[in-house]
């Protein structure tokens, strides 16, 4: 309990089987690889928080029987406020397909253990910000359900900011209105841009992977609207647009930031994570600087490096200095800042 918590995420760990697009050279798999929405968007959290900080990330693991030793190794040294759980089952397991323009079909090849808040530790309760992935009716319950734990806490606590990625399949015009009481209840929702389209019903250039920025704009201002302006004042709309970057709205605020590697499209290897990565890059810039432009810029920031290889990225400290994928993220993020600047 020493360390206070800036971020904790109620998405799951998964570990990855994942398969190459059809149309790539090396159809080879890459199995046994650790993923799921709670692992990327911890692990973009942490990418921003080096060593001592690192331990104000938290997320829970569920670990199975069959979990292989080398993933505990990697997920420790990581030295994260981490909940590792014993389950008397197999570990989540999941499947990845590739197709074209970066489409990803999922599936699970075992059974699913949801995270709820219940399934929180007091001292994971007391985060600055929670990352929520779920349908609209369950956000809004996770919200209710942490707030009434931590008020059980007996501490004085700040509000935390809840950061909303909505589930593809329920971003659909049958949830708009699902969709816009979960509002009421959140600081952020980020949906990616194909997902805002589809819940507007809105016919754009999602499938050729194309970002249609009129169709984004128009959408983000209308789940806006749908708000008091009182209430549409503590709203962000982030929409994650992949190759485009993303899309910031609030009811002051309206910018695009480009992708990292917008201008270096060959260092992108593999797309899975990064948007969950983002959101948790997001979380902990939010959090520490109240902005939720810069906070953006961090969240891209955590992208790029979710998404330059298949897996996640990899840690080596030498002198004290961390360093992902031979990158020194703070370096990295005060370079996209300037660029950012200069546009």
């Known amino acids: 309990m020493s360390h206070p918590i800036d971020f904790c995420t ?20 890459f199995v046994n690889i650790p993923g799921g929405a709670g692992t990327y968007s911890a692990l973009g959290a942490r990418l921003l928080s080096p060593s001592p900080q690192s331990k104000r990330v938290g997320w ?16 420790n040294s990581w030295d994260t406020a981490v909940l590792i759980r014993s389950r008397d089952a197999l570990t989540t397991k999941g499947w990845n397909g590739y197709g074209a323009n970066e489409h990803r079909a999922f599936k699970y090849l ?13 001292h994971l309760l ?24 931590r008020a059980e806490l007996g501490q004085s606590l700040d509000r935390p900011v809840f950061i909303w990625e909505p589930v593809p399949d329920l971003c659909v ?25 589809d819940l507007f019903s809105v016919v754009g ?24 302006s009182e209430r549409a004042r503590r709203l ?5 647009s992949g190759k485009d970057g993303c899309y910031v709205a609030s009811s002051d605020k309206q910018v695009w930031l480009p992708a990292y590697h917008a201008s270096s499209p060959d260092k992108v290897v593999d797309p899975t994570g990064g948007g969950n990565g983002f959101l948790g890059g ?22 790029s490096l979710m998404i330059e290889q298949v897996g996640v990225p990899v840690l080596q400290t030498e002198g004290g200095v961390e360093r992902w994928n031979g990158v020194v993220v703070a370096e990295r993020k005060q370079e996209y800042s300037l660029r950012c600047m200069e546009q």
Request: proline fraction near 6%; include cysteine.
């Open 173 to 197: 015009p049958e949830e708009l209105g699902n969709t816009i009481k979960a509002l009421e209840h959140i600081d952020v929702i980020s949906p990616n841009h194909a997902e805002l389209s």
């Open 282 to 303: 997001l979380a902990v810039g939010l959090v520490r600087t109240g902005d939720v432009i810069e906070a953006s810029k961090w969240g891209n920031v955590a992208a």
């Open 205 to 228: 250039n999602a499938d050729s992977g194309l970002v249609d920025r009129k169709v984004i704009e128009s959408c983000s201002a209308k789940l806006l609207s749908s708000l008091s």
């Open 126 to 149: 007391t985060a600055r910000s929670f990352h929520l992935i779920c349908a609209p009716a369950r956000c809004v319950d996770l919200v209710q359900t942490i707030r009434s734990r």
């Open 110 to 122: 075992t059974p699913k253990l949801r995270i709820t808040a219940d399934d929180l530790s007091p």
């Open 60 to 75: 829970v693991v569920d670990a199975g029987h069959d979990f292989p030793n080398s993933l505990r190794d990697t997920i």
């Open 10 to 29: 109620t998405g799951m760990f998964i570990i990855d089987d994942i398969y190459p697009a059809p149309s790539a050279a090396d159809q080879t798999p």
């Open 236 to 240: 962000s709309v982030v929409v994650r």
